[in-house]
């Protein structure tokens, strides 16, 4: 291997002297952008499966890890932001150098990225996990009434906005409406916005039972554990949520709190949650990683998560464009990642790449601060479609809401967080 | 300091084995990290959790449960639902892999 990765900061970041062996990858270095569950766990997986001879540089803004799974509990008020904040310690005690900055641009050819901060570190291996960008013009006015705080997505990334939301509903009198609306497949976690609206119902029911919470999906149909929401709706929260298919939000009047939709009757409401159409996060966008579906979402060779866009650049999570029944969960781009880290491993160590990764997903929702109802599935790649299809006999829903796998759904968090960042 | 000497040994050890078995633990190692997720990296379930390590039990008892899960005849949440994903060959290897963890 040729090595050409560069670093012209490496004195700023104290990264030189690391200890390596002679082996052919020994100084290879990964640079990751992005610390979420796609980023991390590349990171961490990366140092576990090269027995800890790569070097590997994370680029990630904020100081600790914020989960999105579990928010809506913060938003429900039964959780704290503090219980789903992870510092990134972890990581450092893996040998992950971590840099605290954003990444403002990719050079594939050079093979470099460029801080905001302005220094510029160069790659053997790059991962890309940028999660998604909300597409706040594709609806009318939403910017705007976003910027002034009025109304809240709480969905890219999981803090402040979150604990801003939940001020929101603490906020609004009795006899209030809060309204979310969702936007047409795929957006990052399918059931998520069920669930948040069955954690405000919770809230509601319990401190302010005149008040009402509607659900305004663009899709037909609930686009995820459909059957087990309905009838959570109808036996749990019957005359507090009201779902309404087919609503597909156009324009926001911030002032008026109104909503408008391509087709059906404007909705007013007081806690306005409108969540727009999204693509890969700003990043794999300036890159030019976003080649597929109209350029929202980018591209990648499954085997390995390679970007059909550039080479040496590995693309993980929600940013990607997802395989068939492949769902936009944390829980996802955490596999991805063990399958993209375990291929850059054999590609820096000159051994071909396994020629059938698997992937599982486990996805949690809550229905109230106990019960909780789950979709699991496997996914085996399929050499001859290159892609992943779900194994033919695996997979399912719960039979209903219990508290049994509502302790399950928290041991799972307590577990991926520390596979991810531990 | 004490942690680059380990990286060497541990660099040591990987490069005494052949490739063509290095690339094959990788794989596996790989395969069980699909397990992780619930139950901890390698095996290792953070300290309090209900769903139980695998790292160290032993690899009859582990693989018995897998199959049972497959076959359904033991009551799970979701397990009779993703053992059924893996074959019969997979479940022995993840059974192996996780045995020959330290608890």
Redesign the interface.
């Known amino acids: 291997m040729k090595r050409r990765g560069f670093l012209h900061a490496a004195a700023a970041f104290g990264l030189a002297g690391c200890a390596s062996t002679a082996s052919i990858p020994a100084k290879a270095r990964v640079v990751v952008v992005g610390g979420g569950y796609g980023g991390a766990t590349a990171a961490k997986y990366v140092r576990l499966l090269s027995d800890h001879r790569i070097d590997v540089v994370v680029i990630e803004p904020n100081a600790a890890f914020v989960s999105c799974p579990l928010s809506n509990l913060v938003i429900g008020g039964s959780r704290s932001i503090g219980f789903i904040t992870t510092p990134y310690g972890g990581l450092a005690r893996q040998g992950v150098t971590l840099v605290q900055d954003t990444a403002r641009a990719i050079d594939p050819q050079r093979k470099t990225v460029t801080l905001a901060g302005g220094p510029v570190i160069g790659y053997d291996k790059l991962v890309v996990s940028p999660g998604v960008e909300l597409l706040f013009d594709t609806i009318e006015g939403l910017r705007a009434a976003h910027d002034s705080g009025r109304v809240l997505q709480a969905w890219q990334k999981a803090g402040a906005e979150t604990t801003a939301l939940r001020r929101q509903l603490e906020a609004m009198p009795d006899g209030g409406v809060y309204a979310i609306t969702i936007p047409e497949q795929p957006y990052r976690c399918p059931p998520g916005p069920y669930e948040r609206a069955c954690q405000v119902a919770w809230y509601f029911r319990n401190a302010k039972p005149r008040s009402k919470v509607l659900v305004l999906d663009a899709n037909p149909d609930v686009t995820s554990k459909g059957a087990l929401f309905k009838r959570v709706w109808s036996e749990q929260y019957r005359g507090i949520l009201e779902y309404r298919p087919q609503h597909k939000a156009v324009a926001v009047d911030e002032r008026a709190g109104v909503i408008k939709f391509e087709v059906e009757e404007d909705v007013k409401a007081d806690v306005l949650n409108v969540l727009p159409a999204m693509r890969a996060g700003a990043i794999a966008v300036q890159a030019g990683l976003n080649n597929l579906a109209g350029h929202r979402w980018c591209g990648v060779d499954y085997l390995d998560f390679q970007s059909t866009a550039a080479r040496d650049i590995h693309v993980l999570g929600d940013a990607i464009q997802s395989a068939p029944a492949m769902p936009k969960s944390g829980h996802m781009a955490n596999a991805h990642a063990k399958v993209a880290a375990a291929a850059i491993v054999a590609e820096l160590s000159g051994w071909p790449v396994n020629p059938a990764p698997m992937l599982t997903n486990t996805c949690y929702s809550f229905v109230d601060d106990r019960r909780v109802i789950h979709v699991a599935s496997v996914h085996e790649y399929v050499a001859a479609e290159r892609t992943y299809k779900a194994v033919g006999a695996s997979g399912g829903v719960s039979p209903g809401p219990s508290e049994l796998e509502g302790r399950y759904a928290l041991d799972w968090a307590r577990n991926i967080w520390a596979d991810t960042l531990n | 300091m004490r ?2 000497r380990t ?2 040994l ?6 005494a084995l052949p ?1 063509h078995a ?2 094959e633990a ?2 596996l ?3 069980a ?2 397990c ?6 390698e095996g290792h ?2 300290a ?4 139980p390590a695998l790292a160290g039990r032993p690899r009859a008892e582990l693989l018995a449960l897998l199959k049972a899960f497959k076959a359904g005849t033991r009551p799970a ?2 397990m009779q ?2 053992a ?3 074959s019969d060959a ?1 479940l022995e290897q993840l059974a192996a892999f996780f045995a020959a963890q330290q608890r």
């Open positions: 942690m680059a990286a060497l541990l660099a040591a050890a990987w490069l490739a290095q690339q990788l794989y190692r790989t395969l990290a699909n992780a997720q619930c139950h901890g990296t379930a953070a309090g959790s209900t769903v949440t979701l639902q993703l059924r994903g893996y997979q």
